[in-house]
């Protein structure tokens, strides 16, 4: 029997109840291999834990995440309680920075029984590889001066070594997928870090002779997401285009509830973080709502890293079948809770089993 040590964090929110649901997935396909057990820890960290500490997490949690093969996480934030700027850089992009999560990798398709917001959304199928680690989003920067004197600066901070490290991985990407990869760049507006990243594309191109290579500046990709997202297959980009790119990917699947990502240390030196897309919405936790397919979809994300693609595969085809059916909930035009959804899937698995 192998076991797999998993951190689960529920954090806030609709994020405790996704999580329960996923947990119930993840044990449902252990029984089905037989050979594999998930031995899922939970950390009650977020911010009712900032309240009790004024922390989001333990001084020690993250040495204590490195202790994992995986840390799972639900959703973080409530701003009723605890500023934006605050649940964020005091958990999850702590969690990012200093497990060395350099990558984000987030999938957009055209699930069985989910109404694109598109008219004609075809059959699209792309995954965005995301630099997870600097860019846009440095600390960088400061506020000087007063008054009409003041002045922000915000520095963006582009390495070779990061935009070399999440290009390559796109391209060996595609290499299991469609072969193409598009690098999302501003060239003709940013004058120094975005002419950088298209020579470093082109230099990295040079080592995958098998692979069509185009890149397209960040306001026409975005429309074209919405225009033609069947033409995608592997999209690399910066932190912030990056992540504008997953949430227009995200709305044209059709809810951003069921949209996962994963946040990848490519070194393997710490363990990967998987979470969702969507956010804690507090305006619809605790009654039923939300959708649990963005976690149970990260799940699927997290035992495919962990090497058990089959039953991730079995997870996605069990939730397809269940979308399908018409169980769904009210954000994909459904009228089911999350826990008639979640039961649905499961009995689904079952029958796979």
């Known amino acids: 029997m192998n076991k797999i040590e998993i951190a689960c964090l529920p954090g806030d929110g609709v994020g405790i109840e996704v999580m329960a649901s996923a947990k119930q997935v993840l044990q449902k396909a252990a029984d089905m291999h037989g050979g594999v057990q998930f031995s899922m820890t939970d950390f009650p960290w977020g ?17 204590r995440l490195k202790e994992f093969d995986a840390v799972f996480l639900g959703a973080v934030g409530n701003p009723a309680v605890v500023p934006d700027h605050i649940s964020l850089w005091g958990m999850l992009i702590k969690i990012r920075r200093e497990l060395e999560l350099s990558l984000n990798v987030r999938p957009a398709r055209l699930i069985k029984g989910i109404q694109s917001p598109l008219r004609s959304p075809k059959d699209f199928d792309l995954i965005v590889v995301r630099e997870n680690s600097e860019g846009e989003y440095s600390e960088a920067g400061g506020v000087i001066h007063n008054g009409q004197n003041e002045i922000a600066v915000q520095n963006g901070i582009f390495t070779r070594k990061a ?24 060239s003709n507006g940013i004058v120094h870090s975005m002419p950088f990243w298209d020579r470093v594309f082109q230099e990295t191109a040079k080592d995958y002779p098998d692979i069509e290579t185009s890149s397209a500046h960040i306001d026409a990709l975005s429309a074209f997401f919405v225009t033609k997202p069947e033409s995608f297959d592997v999209i690399v980009a910066s932190n912030l ?20 990502s994963a946040n990848l240390n490519v070194e393997g030196t ?3 973080m998987f979470e969702p897309v ?33 039953l991730g595969q079995a997870i996605l085809d069990a939730t397809e079948e269940v979308t399908e059916s018409g169980i769904k909930t009210a954000d994909i035009q459904g009228t089911s809770s999350t826990e008639e959804v979640t039961q649905a899937i499961l009995s689904t698995l079952q029958k796979k089993g």
């Open 47 to 63: 911010s009712d834990h900032y309240i009790e500490t004024g922390a989001m997490m333990p001084e020690d949690g993250i040495e």
């Open 163 to 186: 935009t070399e490290r999440a290009m390559r991985y796109a391209f060996e990407l595609a290499r299991t997928r469609g072969k193409k990869v598009t690098s999302a760049t501003k």
């Open 241 to 260: 285009f990056g992540d504008i790119l997953t949430d227009i990917g995200s709305a044209v699947m059709g809810s951003i509830g069921i949209a996962p």
């Open 270 to 272: 710490y363990p990967s």
């Open 278 to 310: 969507h956010g804690s919405a507090p305006d619809i936790a605790g009654q039923g709502k939300a959708n649990p397919i963005g976690q149970i979809w990260t799940a699927k994300m997290m035992l495919d890293h962990l090497g058990y693609t089959d």
